[in-house]
């Protein structure tokens, strides 16, 4: 007789703190140690995931990648977690749950220190300069040479002879980002076991009304870690990349500088050392705990004997399961689901949205930095402290309105659509509305005679003023003139020589400075690019607070929104749907948004630089206009897209959920939706249940695990926590 016949119909959890075993009962655990455990998992994990978010220009730069490559590099984290995403969530839950998250983190852990250890191996970060190689501070530098007179500045032009550039491929440092790319998709693999069993771990052993709240705590504690993130990552890359290395005072560039490099890896090993005290703890955490109080009234929807000894079917763990059996009714499920319209149209606008989120939160920062004129530091300042509060504001508030107004299906999924549409319409005035002027720059955005343009040809940066300097090809040494007009090197602005050192050094007697504004004295240039003017000032301010705006607007949307997701299914559908819906979120949208978005953006670059091998390195400069239009234009297609697809769920879901006439009722707890299967009948005149937040919040695929990294709720700007699906069993008792 097997152990299920011998414990008499119990669960091995329940026969181990069995009242009449009194020494068991000192063995069993409460929830809370469990609980603080998770929250601290959730928080660790979602200051890593946004913290690689806040520091992906200075990877960028520090790695001479493309903006398309480096969001190659970002989404390898989604590579990583779908190669386990399903293994994990229908096999882990009959594991010990508590030991595989804290391998989870573990592997978390290792996967940033991996990401941030090429730092120590790449030597010392080097950048186009002229000041820096003059070992006489006092000396005048001779930015324009002629050629006969220094013949070894044709190597500058050309680039390095044909065996060195052999050599210097074949340098290891030249391919370090591959183990950026390595770490973040193994930070991505030990994500996957700590949303989707943790979840469940708190749903099987509180009480059915204990574990929305403790749930719900959990992802208050996790949001925290993206705060805590953009503001790791705002005071991280305001350091220079070699601090304690170099003498910070020979450092030329400020951190607004496009050739700037933040102490990128600082955030990744404080990341590791978080990640790993959070994985401690599990280690400690029984397999099982008893339910908590009494039996309530009614079944549960699903047991710990899911995990401990009954399978699908009534199958006992230990009993042999055809592979055929258990393909057919996969196969039938899928069938079932997909013929459910509300799901298939709800998972087209989650996908269309979630690109346009993925795209938005992974370039952001990049985007105020470039369209503004702000350093990333600020940049990533601002945006964990002025957006992802207020969302997180939203969020609590628009579960509060499903609460207080017992909001039904129909009736959350108009607030979701109305708040969606209505966060759309305040991104369009982002679109149209704010914006800054180029910055003008001799040879890329204005002509040396003055005429006003863009140019994407080296030859623009040649005029008569200039060309007999023999400039190295592909330099960004940015210096200002007095008339608001920069200049791409002091080379090309035809310097004869200067005054002062680092970062006071001054050019004179400037050639092209004089050639373009004749009528003005002064031909002098000072190091850096020329800031930008009060209008632009004023247009980031605008945008902040439209920004802001709308990711509140959008967040009252959001619960209702998911909550849709597991009302519109059939319950023994509900595993499945959102594992299907977590999969489709992350495989056509976490893991190809950034490339794209990052290819079209590479079409706005203006200026790249050279790499030390000859070949193209990170841009310089891009066309501001362009970017706007392409980044913004992007996902304000692909959300308008959505809303195609939400319009038809309403008229469907209006459909499918009948409200009876007559008084409303008292609030109760909401009914399993068995009757939405395209199999099963429904009943006439059915009552469209109210929604409940906290009851299924998180039980599987949508939402809330890791912000920034998985498919959130509807929203516009920043991401909400999303869980992995498949946690839950769906039991049937004899």
């Given at each position: 007789m097997d152990s299920w016949s011998q414990s008499g119909g119990m669960t091995s959890q329940q026969s181990l703190c069995s009242p009449d075993n009194a020494k068991s009962k000192r063995r069993c655990s409460t929830l809370q140690p469990f609980i603080m455990a998770l929250a601290f998992a959730y928080f660790s994990k979602a200051l890593a995931g946004t913290y690689?978010?806040?520091?992906?220009?200075?990877?960028?730069?520090?790695?001479?990648?493309?903006?398309?490559?480096?969001?190659?590099?970002?989404?390898?984290?989604?590579?990583?977690?779908?190669?386990?995403?399903?293994?994990?969530?229908?096999?882990?839950?009959?594991?010990?749950?508590?030991?595989?998250?804290?391998?989870?983190?573990?592997?978390?852990?290792?996967?940033?220190?991996?990401?941030?250890?090429?730092?120590?191996?790449?030597?010392?970060?080097?950048?186009?300069?002229?000041?820096?190689?003059?070992?006489?501070?006092?000396?005048?530098?001779?930015?324009?040479?002629?050629?006969?007179?220094?013949?070894?500045?044709?190597?500058?032009?050309?680039?390095?002879?044909?065996?060195?550039?052999?050599?210097?491929?074949?340098?290891?440092?030249?391919?370090?980002?591959?183990?950026?790319?390595?770490?973040?998709?193994?930070?991505?693999?030990?994500?996957?076991?700590?949303?989707?069993?943790?979840?469940?771990?708190?749903?099987?052993?509180?009480?059915?009304?204990?574990?929305?709240?403790?749930?719900?705590?959990?992802?208050?504690?996790?949001?925290?870690?993206?705060?805590?993130?953009?503001?790791?990552?705002?005071?991280?890359?305001?350091?220079?990349?070699?601090?304690?290395?170099?003498?910070?005072?020979?450092?030329?560039?400020?951190?607004?500088?496009?050739?700037?490099?933040?102490?990128?890896?600082?955030?990744?090993?404080?990341?590791?050392?978080?990640?790993?005290?959070?994985?401690?703890?599990?280690?400690?955490?029984?397999?099982?705990?008893?339910?908590?109080?009494?039996?309530?009234?009614?079944?549960?929807?699903?047991?710990?004997?899911?995990?401990?000894?009954i399978l699908d079917n009534n199958v006992p763990r230990n009993h042999d399961v055809k592979p055929t059996d258990v393909t057919k009714?996969?196969?039938?499920?899928?069938?079932?689901?997909?013929?459910?319209?509300?799901?298939?149209?709800?998972?087209?606008?989650?996908?269309?949205?979630?690109?346009?989120?993925?795209?938005?939160?992974?370039?952001?920062?990049?985007?105020?930095?470039?369209?503004?004129?702000?350093?990333?530091?600020?940049?990533?300042?601002?945006?964990?402290?002025?957006?992802?509060?207020?969302?997180?504001?939203?969020?609590?508030?628009?579960?509060?309105?499903?609460?207080?107004?017992?909001?039904?299906?129909?009736?959350?999924?108009?607030?979701?659509?109305?708040?969606?549409?209505?966060?759309?319409?305040?991104?369009?005035?982002?679109?149209?509305?704010?914006?800054?002027?180029?910055?003008?720059?001799?040879?890329?955005?204005?002509?040396?005679?003055?005429?006003?343009?863009?140019?994407?040809?080296?030859?623009?940066?040649?005029?008569?003023?200039?060309?007999?300097?023999s400039c190295p090809l592909g330099a960004w040494d940015p210096v200002c003139s007095e008339s608001g007009i920069t200049y791409t090197s002091p080379c090309t602005a035809g310097c004869l020589g200067s005054t002062g050192s680092s970062k006071n050094t001054v050019f004179h007697n400037c050639s092209c400075v004089s050639h373009f504004y004749p009528e003005e004295g002064s031909t002098s240039v000072r190091l850096g690019q020329c800031p930008r003017g009060n209008d632009c000032i004023r247009s980031f301010t605008s945008y902040m607070a439209i920004s802001v705006l709308s990711s509140f607007i959008s967040a009252l949307g959001a619960m209702p929104g998911y909550m849709i997701s597991i009302r519109c299914i059939a319950p023994e559908l509900k595993s499945l749907a959102l594992g299907i819906q977590a999969l489709a979120n992350r495989a056509l949208g976490g893991l190809p948004a950034p490339v794209y978005f990052g290819a079209l953006i590479d079409t706005t670059c203006l200026k790249w630089a050279k790499t030390r091998c000859g070949g193209r390195g990170a841009c310089r400069m891009y066309d501001s206009n362009m970017y706007r239009m392409i980044f913004l234009g992007l996902i304000n297609i692909l959300n308008g897209s959505a809303h195609l697809f939400l319009i038809p769920l309403l008229i469907v879901l209006k459909r499918q959920f009948q409200k009876p006439a007559g008084p409303l009722q008292t609030l109760q707890e909401p009914q399993p939706l068995r009757d939405l299967g395209p199999g099963t009948p429904s009943a006439p005149n059915q009552e469209d249940p109210p929604l409940h937040p906290a009851l299924d919040m998180d039980k599987g695929g949508a939402g809330g695990s890791s912000l920034g990294e998985m498919a959130p709720p509807p929203m516009n700007d920043i991401p909400v926590q999303r869980a992995t699906g498949g946690e839950e069993e769906e039991v049937r008792t004899t």
């Open positions: 690689m978010k806040s520091a992906i220009t200075q990877i960028e730069r520090r790695f001479e990648l493309s903006t398309a490559l480096v969001g190659l590099v970002d989404g390898s984290f989604e590579i990583g977690n779908l190669l386990f995403l399903v293994l994990v969530s229908h096999f882990g839950a009959r594991l010990h749950r508590p030991r595989l998250i804290g391998m989870g983190c573990f592997l978390m852990a290792a996967g940033s220190f991996l990401t941030g250890l090429p730092h120590f191996f790449m030597g010392r970060y080097t950048y186009d300069t002229v000041v820096h190689s003059q070992n006489n501070d006092n000396a005048s530098i001779a930015a324009c040479v002629d050629p006969l007179d220094l013949p070894d500045m044709q190597d500058a032009q050309t680039g390095p002879p044909v065996e060195d550039r052999t050599v210097c491929v074949k340098d290891p440092s030249s391919h370090m980002w591959i183990y950026v790319f390595l770490g973040n998709a193994l930070r991505g693999v030990g994500e996957t076991p700590v949303t989707p069993l943790g979840i469940s771990y708190i749903d099987d052993y509180a009480r059915v009304e204990n574990s929305p709240f403790y749930i719900a705590c959990v992802h208050t504690v996790s949001l925290l870690g993206p705060m805590c993130g953009f503001l790791l990552g705002s005071y991280c890359v305001k350091l220079y990349v070699d601090i304690g290395y170099v003498d910070l005072e020979s450092v030329t560039i400020s951190p607004k500088d496009a050739r700037w490099v933040g102490a990128w890896w600082m955030g990744f090993f404080i990341s590791t050392a978080l990640l790993l005290l959070s994985g401690i703890p599990f280690w400690f955490l029984p397999r099982s705990l008893p339910e908590q109080g009494p039996e309530v009234e009614g079944p549960r929807t699903h047991t710990p004997a899911a995990q401990e000894g009714g996969l196969l039938k499920s899928l069938k079932q689901l997909l013929g459910t319209p509300a799901y298939v149209l709800l998972l087209c606008a989650g996908v269309l949205r979630f690109n346009s989120l993925m795209g938005l939160f992974t370039f952001k920062a990049k985007y105020i930095e470039q369209q503004f004129g702000q350093s990333a530091s600020r940049a990533n300042f601002v945006i964990g402290v002025l957006t992802l509060p207020v969302f997180a504001v939203g969020i609590f508030l628009g579960g509060l309105l499903m609460k207080r107004y017992r909001l039904s299906v129909v009736s959350g999924a108009l607030l979701s659509f109305v708040t969606s549409f209505v966060a759309f319409l305040l991104f369009l005035l982002l679109h149209l509305g704010t914006k800054c002027d180029h910055v003008a720059v001799a040879g890329l955005t204005v002509s040396y005679n003055g005429t006003v343009g863009v140019w994407h040809s080296e030859d623009a940066e040649w005029a008569e003023c200039n060309r007999a300097c």
